[in-house]
């Protein structure tokens, strides 16, 4: 049994390029040729050569929730217990989402700056553009909310750069077939107007307290369009894929005793929840991974 108040629960989202290798804590893959930072995806040092970019318009995720795989945990006397949606038991402590929420809407260290900021910033922004470039990365954003301005945090990784599509129509991003295992609410679509970054160029990392890395392989981000002009990204969903052999990897650390991260997900090394929703990528066992996401036009003073 694991002591639930010593859970690492928090998550927070981060971006980083293509050369981040599928298994947590390993090193980037390979050395940069040159010192404007091209083969790593760190497309903002280009200006060292190069005129300067201009600023991008700004987009800040304000509501996070995992909505599927589940999270899972065997509390002592209560059984296996679902807390991704609902508070532990006997008040033992949030659940998921709401601990995610919490990290992007306060400051809990009292910095003056928000916990937890992902920010998308578009160069330019375009409703209907092809193949139009987006940086993606975590923020430093000033607390409250209501009047953050916000910066790239690059203590925590450098701004990346992917590109991104933009559709008048139709479909843009949807859980692929048979990954996803019933749960209510499920994953949603997200229909045009909107707009969707490219498969696979920027690996989604989830960085768990203690620092401990998470990559989820073939990452994309979504979302609708609201506003004219746009200001606000809506329905959004964040998709990846973690392989089960990674996630057999990570552990994490409570006083109770170490968790590994397997044994949270149904299916995985010890897990207690009834079911499996293992999914299968290259002939590799894992999950996929899905979020529903808001993002905001944010007041932006980056380059």
Known sequence: MTNARSLPVLALLALLAATVT???????????????????????????????????????????????????????????????????????????????????????????????????????????????????????????????????????????????????AGLCLDALPGTTSGYDPPVAPTLAPCVVTDIGLVPIVIVVIDGVPIILEDGQISGSLVGTPVFRLEDGLVRGFLSEQVANSIVLPGPAGDVVLSSLLPGGQGSCAVGDDRDVLDGRSGWWFYLEQVAEETDFVGD
């Not at 091209?38 to 995720?61: D, I, K, M």
């Open 22 to 168: 599928a298994q947590a804590g390993e090193p980037l893959v390979g050395s940069p040729l040159y010192g404007d930072g091209f083969e790593s995806g760190n497309t903002l040092a280009w200006h060292l050569r190069q005129p300067p970019l201009p600023p991008p318009t700004a987009f800040r995720v304000i509501d996070l929730d995992l909505r599927d795989p589940h999270v899972w945990i065997d509390i002592f006397p209560f059984g296996c217990v679902d807390f991704t949606d609902d508070a532990l038991p006997a008040g033992l402590g949030p659940s998921f989402n709401e601990s995610l929420q919490t990290a992007i809407e306060s400051d809990d260290d009292g910095d003056g700056l928000l916990d937890f900021s992902l920010i998308l910033g578009f160069r330019p922004f375009s409703e209907t553009g092809v193949d139009q470039r987006i940086d993606a990365g975590c923020g430093l954003c000033t607390d409250p909310p209501a009047t953050t301005t916000c910066d790239w945090d690059r203590r925590v990784a450098i701004p990346r750069t992917t590109s991104y599509d933009g559709l008048a």
